[in-house]
């Protein structure tokens, strides 16, 4: 059981837009730290796609974007493209276990 | 360019040792902090150990603390990570990732990287 918790899976049509849910608890992200997201496409490493909730890396289109808000953050993905089926996941720092990861979502793009 | 290339990975008996190395280039090691995670097979990503720029602190996950592990090179760019008494839960592939700063900051990221070494621990 991961301590952040994710959707073990999301879908949607290529133009559509979803949103990847990441929640945590008073320890991890509701104590203020920043939470991170990366984006594993089949076979391949992990990439960052976003750091310190909202920020991305360059070369990562507008299309994606990232918040938090109290004990949760979220993955948002408009316009969503074939290429975007991956699995993401949400990190962040929780005082007991250090750097810690959600289970991971896997993206289906229908 | 920022290229992290692990390797050393390989088929290891329960209770074995195994040292795994991950090389650097396209930047200064020293300027960093160094991180190693992991991934079992099928599963998700599990963070393992972190050392900063001069390895004046080193941080462990509580699943390996005590049986591995982290030190670097900067003088040769490479970063290792030594696995003593492994079990088959370490099975995985192991990644090492190179953070944003020298220090090991708590809200950190992993910002770059590399392709894994897959090690497996069987009988």
């Known amino acids: 059981q991961s301590v952040l918790t994710q959707p073990p899976s999301v879908s949607g049509a290529p133009g559509q837009r979803v949103t990847i849910s990441c929640t945590g608890s008073?320890?991890?992200?509701?104590?203020?730290?920043?939470v991170h997201w990366y984006q594993q496409l089949p076979g391949a490493a992990p990439k960052t796609l976003i750091f310190?909730?909202?920020n991305r890396p360059s070369g990562v289109p507008d299309r994606f974007s990232g918040s938090k808000s109290g004990t949760s953050a979220s993955l948002v993905i408009t316009g969503l493209q074939v290429e975007d089926e991956a699995d993401y996941y949400c990190?962040?720092?929780?005082?007991?276990?250090?750097?810690?990861f959600g289970g991971g979502t896997k993206l289906t793009v229908l | 360019e920022v290229q992290l290339v692990e390797s050393g990975g390989g088929l290891v008996q329960p209770g074995r040792s195994l040292r795994l190395s991950c090389a650097a280039s396209g930047f200064n090691l020293e300027d960093y902090a160094m991180q190693w995670v992991r991934q079992a097979p099928g599963k998700g990503l599990e963070w393992v150990s972190g050392i900063a720029w001069n390895s004046g602190v080193k941080v462990y996950a509580d699943s390996v603390k005590g049986r591995f592990t982290i030190s670097r090179d900067n003088a040769k760019s490479f970063l290792y990570l030594d696995m003593t008494n492994v079990k088959v839960e370490d099975t995985g592939l192991y990644f090492c990732?190179?953070?944003?700063?020298?220090?090991?900051?708590?809200?950190?990221?992993?910002?770059?990287w590399g392709q894994g070494t897959l090690v497996i621990v069987s009988s």
């Open positions: 310190r909730n909202g």
């Open positions: 990732a190179k953070d944003p700063e020298f220090q090991l900051r708590e809200g950190s990221w992993f910002v770059s």
């Open positions: 008073s320890s991890n992200i509701g104590a203020g730290y920043d």
């Open positions: 990190q962040s720092y929780d005082t007991s276990l250090r750097r810690v």
